[in-house]
């Protein structure tokens, strides 16, 4: 035994000296390696993608087949970002009131590469071998993985035209790329950011530090599916669809399941089923997480995974079909609706979904609803607005101030109410494709992104260039919206532009319902605190003793003249109990006055 611990203690020492000789060679390498290579590394392209998510492949893609040389660097090690990496397997599609999915073009061929056939649901693998796809049949593509962009830089003479950027390996390397066009596909315009662009953050064009939840989407295996369809079927927890991979309502899930955290919500369930049987579940709601910092993104999955795992033990015993069930694996991020919305040439606004407005140089078409996820456990978030279709502009994605940059990702010119809409993945494959073509004729001008607004025979031919590789720009030839012609509509998109009512799935704002104290009142102190937070505070005092007096009995006019000392605007006079058509009137004149007064 002593002789076979004594040759085993050799061996042991002789595999650590040469594992120490491996090692102290291996560093001389590197050391030598490191010096024989230059710090920085100049590389040339037409146009430089910065992210490889969808829409980063989107645009890559678009630009390359326009005859540019095309770089597309991704942080990750791999494409397809929020599908990949946040496994999100259930796609939210684009339709219009005929039915239309108005998403096209690269999204469309990279869906039926990923899909396999069914339209909502996709199998993770798949979709990311799908995005590899279609970037390695490109040969003007240069894909680059595992880089950071850390600096931008300018035209000495022309301060504000974009012409480099400095990204960094994950082995130290730096690598400065010059180029004559960009695009910031990133989910939080990381490259827009760098560059100074202003944007806000979350809801604060309307003057709250609200953000949608953060979601860490939950991945089971050994689910028995018809259990799922039993759930369904039985209405257990709240209406419910469902076909073959799929299953999605279960509104009574916030009711039904008690979470373990306060900052946590399970909604109704989007369940995404795969070909070996594997589910994933949108549902799982984390808020006060702020997207863009790091250590809010690490605790919020510390949160959703202990979440995740009291949900999985609540559905053993009261879900049908999840006795069985396992965690399968935890995803790599979280799906992260909302950071920056940076300031472009136009801002794409709520009111332009109400109205399903087209413009003349829309280069993406829209029509999911404009679907703000829950602020809170207390605000569960709602449908603000249903469009039939609407029109993206092309000046959505030139950002405000810097030159030769597109922005085509959710943190476009987008209000924070439209962007409830404009978000979904198809839209944005559809607005980053538009881009990807609008770099490479930018370039073949020889004319900026800016003056390109100026250039409608331009607009007109990435229009028909989009429309030449399938895309989805049929406008409607009679428009039509909700209230059109009724005199009361500008009072109702102020205040519907600013969060202060829903619109809901059908659009109603319920005009001809009486109105209550406490809803008149409530309408008023919030569009306050938002608009104009000075006046809210010197008002505050008088405004409590108010709510102290205020019930839900319906509103009259006697009521609304306590208000009248607070504002130098008239109440239009109404008799008798007042409907909420007056009370909305009367309180978007009073809040838009106290508007004008904070600019």
């Known amino acids: 035994m002593k002789k076979i611990f004594a040759i085993g203690m050799v061996c042991f020492l002789c595999a650590c000296q040469q594992s120490n000789v491996e090692v102290a060679t291996k560093q001389k390498m590197q050391k030598v390696e490191k010096e024989s290579k230059p710090i920085v590394k100049y590389e040339d392209y037409d146009v430089v993608v910065v992210g490889g998510q969808p829409e980063g492949v989107s645009a890559a893609v678009s630009a ?115 180029a004559k066009r960009f695009i910031d596909a990133t989910e939080d315009g990381d490259l827009a950011q760098l560059t ?112 995740m795992t009291n949900f999985l033990a609540w559905a053993k015993v009261n879900f049908p079909g999840f006795q069985q069930a396992e965690i399968a694996s935890i995803p790599y991020e979280l799906y992260i609706r909302e950071t920056r919305h940076f300031s472009t040439e136009y801002q794409l606004s709520l009111e332009d979904i109400w109205k399903n407005a087209n413009h003349w140089d829309d280069i993406a078409i829209g029509s999911y609803p404009s679907d703000v996820q829950a602020l809170s456990k207390e605000n569960s978030g709602a449908v603000v607005a249903k469009p039939d279709q609407y029109g993206i502009p092309y000046r959505t994605m030139v950002p405000k101030t810097t030159n030769n940059l597109l922005i085509t990702s959710k943190a476009g010119g987008y209000r924070s109410l439209a962007a409830g809409s404009t978000r979904i993945i198809p839209t944005g494959m559809s607005v980053a494709e538009a881009g990807g073509i609008a770099a490479s004729i930018s ?21 028909e260039q989009i ?39 059908a659009n109603n704002f319920l005009l001809e319902q009486p109105m209550k104290e406490q809803q008149f009142l409530n309408l008023i102190i919030n569009g306050a605190k938002q608009l104009n937070k000075d006046w809210y505070t010197k008002n505050a005092k008088y405004l409590n003793e108010l709510a102290v007096t205020s019930t839900d009995q319906a509103l009259t006019m006697n009521y609304v003249s306590r208000f009248q000392p607070l504002f130098q605007t008239p109440a239009t006079q109404y008799t008798g109990a007042l409907l909420k058509r007056n009370g909305f009137e009367i309180a978007a004149n009073w809040l838009q006055s106290i508007q004008t007064k904070s600019k």
């Open 467 to 505: 429309v030449a590789q399938g895309g989805y720009l049929q406008p409607r030839a009679n428009v039509t919206y909700p209230y059109q012609n009724d005199p009361i509509l500008p009072h109702l998109m102020f205040l519907n532009e600013n969060g202060l009512i829903i619109g809901g799935y």
């Open 64 to 178: 390359a087949r326009n005859g540019s040389k095309v770089l597309l660097l991704e942080k990750r090690n791999n494409l397809g970002g929020l599908i990949t990496f946040g496994y999100l397997n259930f796609l939210d599609f684009p339709r219009n009131n005929d039915g239309v999915i108005v998403s096209k073009g690269i999204f469309k061929e990279w869906h039926r590469l990923a899909g396999n056939g069914q339209l909502v649901t996709v199998d993770i693998d798949k979709a990311q071998n799908a995005f590899q796809t279609l970037v390695t049949n490109e040969p003007n593509i240069t894909a680059r993985y595992n880089t950071q962009i850390t600096k931008p830089i300018f035209d000495q003479k022309e301060k504000n035209n974009l012409v480099a950027i400095v990204a960094e390996f994950k082995d130290g390397r730096k690598i400065t790329y010059r």
């Open 196 to 307: 100074h662009v202003p944007n806000t953050v979350g809801q604060e064009d309307i003057g709250r530090n609200d953000k949608m939840a953060v979601t860490l989407v939950m991945h089971f295996k050994n689910v028995d599916w018809n259990g799922v369809i039993e759930a369904a079927k039985s209405r257990k927890f709240g209406y419910a669809k469902y076909n073959e991979n799929a299953a999605w309502g279960f509104g009574g899930m916030p009711q039904a399941y008690p979470e373990i955290r306060n900052d946590t919500n399970v909604r109704g369930l989007n369940i995404g089923r795969t070909s070996n049987g594997d589910v994933y579940i949108n549902a799982l709601q984390i808020f006060n997480i702020d997207g863009t910092k790091e250590e809010d993104k690490k605790k919020a999955i510390k949160f959703g995974t202990e979440e």
């Open 443 to 463: 370039i073949k001008e020889g004319i900026g992104f800016r003056e390109m607004i100026a250039r409608e025979d331009l607009i007109k031919r990435i229009q």
